[in-house]
């Protein structure tokens, strides 16, 4: 099985194996960081029936820009960071994160 996208702590783990084997060295936090982003985009995708927002990390918040570029919404963690929200409950996190992407997206 191959993990593209990982949503518990099993397919991170599973997910730097893959890489390994590829020749990417991750660390398990770099691998939820791209997870976290990745799941956000795919919820925002989602909402706006195509790819019209990009989110992208700045430090600990996703920052969502429009495709003019200009910030439109920002998503903090609930917790101290998204590694350790993720860490605690992956699933909670995502219902989170299609909240968020909801309300980044202005509902469009």
Not at 14 to 19: G, M, S, T
Not at 26 to 33: A, G, H, L
Request: proline share 2%; hydrophobic share 35%.
């Amino acid at each position: 099985m191959f993990i593209q996208i990982p949503t518990d702590m099993d397919e991170v783990q599973l997910r730097q194996l893959q890489l390994k084997q590829h020749g990417e060295d991750k660390t398990e936090d770099e691998v939820i960081n791209q997870a976290v982003l990745d799941i956000f985009q795919g919820f925002l995708d989602q909402i706006e029936d195509g790819h019209y927002d990009t989110a992208n990390w700045q430090n600990e918040t996703l920052v969502v820009t429009d495709i003019d570029g200009d910030q439109t919404a920002t998503v903090t963690p609930q917790g101290a960071t998204f590694n350790a929200d993720f860490r605690e409950s992956a699933e909670k996190l995502m219902l989170y994160l299609e909240q968020e992407a909801v309300r980044a997206s202005g509902a469009r």
